[in-house]
T-cell receptor, first 118, second 110 residues
Framework: GAVVSQHPSWVICKSGTSVKIECRSLDFQATTMFWYRQFPKQSLMLMAT?????????EQGVEKDKFLINHASLTLSTLTVTSAHPEDSSFYIC??????????????FGPGTRLTVL | DAKTTQPTSMDCAEGRAANLPCNHS???????VYWYRQIHSQGPQYIIHGLKNNETNEMASLIITEDRKSSTLILPHATLRDTAVYYCIVSSSGTYKYIFGTGTRLKVLA
């Protein structure tokens, strides 16, 4: 149980285009989903917290107009990187916090999406 | 900033117990201690968590000191597949936010 998927697993795009990354909780409902970014040889950095049906809360320094987050259902959150540039190239990872017994206090992570902007 | 400090790296012989320490001296009463690990180019994998009592599951044991200012993750019989970066995180039941530190790079040696 507690499986989180991400799609796509990797994407290459041209500078100036937008890229959408999906995060799904497959076998549980997630009231809260989180988005992280990880550069090579660095730790994960929290970008934003999203709650189903409400606006995402962004961490300091993260541009909300550049990284659009939508959490339309209890099993799906999307991150759209708008007008991507090479410096946005990174490993993007989502996580989900469950709602069931024994799951409300733990985040389960997706496998990550590697974004390369040319 | 992360609320935890961990050694940068550790080695462990295959089949031996791996003991990974974590310092969280500023932990608050409502904050849990979580352990995750990340194998190269994958998402972090949940290992175990606890509030103040020691915990054990099929993967590991978590020992939390009585004052809760530090903890130790124990992998009882390390295998080569346990080679990974291990993260210790403290998080409250209010925000559920994780702030990752630099973690410990564990290398299990054959």
């Amino acid at each position: 149980g507690a499986v989180v998927s991400q799609h796509p697993s990797w994407v290459i795009c041209k500078s100036g285009t937008s890229v959408k990354i999906e995060c799904r909780s497959l076998d549980f409902q997630a009231t809260t989903m989180f988005w992280y970014r990880q550069f090579p040889k660095q730790s994960l950095m929290l970008m934003a917290t999203s709650n189903e049906g409400s606006k995402a809360t962004y961490e300091q320094g993260v541009e909300k107009d550049k990284f659009l987050i939508n959490h339309a259902s209890l099993t799906l959150s999307t991150l759209t990187v708008t007008s991507a540039h090479p410096e946005d190239s990174s490993f993007y990872i989502c996580s989900a916090r469950g709602t069931g017994s024994g799951m409300t206090d733990t985040q389960y992570f997706g496998p990550g999406t590697r974004l390369t902007v040319l | 900033d992360a609320k935890t400090t961990q050694p940068t790296s550790m080695d462990c012989a295959e089949g031996r117990a791996a003991n990974l320490p974590c310092n969280h001296s500023t932990i608050s009463g409502n904050e849990y201690v979580y352990w995750y690990r990340q194998i190269h180019s994958q998402g972090p994998q949940y290992i175990i968590h606890g509030l103040k009592n020691n915990e054990t599951n099929e993967m590991a044991s978590l020992i939390i000191t009585e004052d809760r200012k530090s903890s130790t993750l124990i992998l009882p019989h390390a295998t080569l597949r346990d080679t990974a970066v291990y993260y210790c995180i403290v998080s409250s039941s209010g925000t559920y936010k994780y702030i990752f530190g630099t973690g410990t790079r564990l290398k299990v040696l054959a």
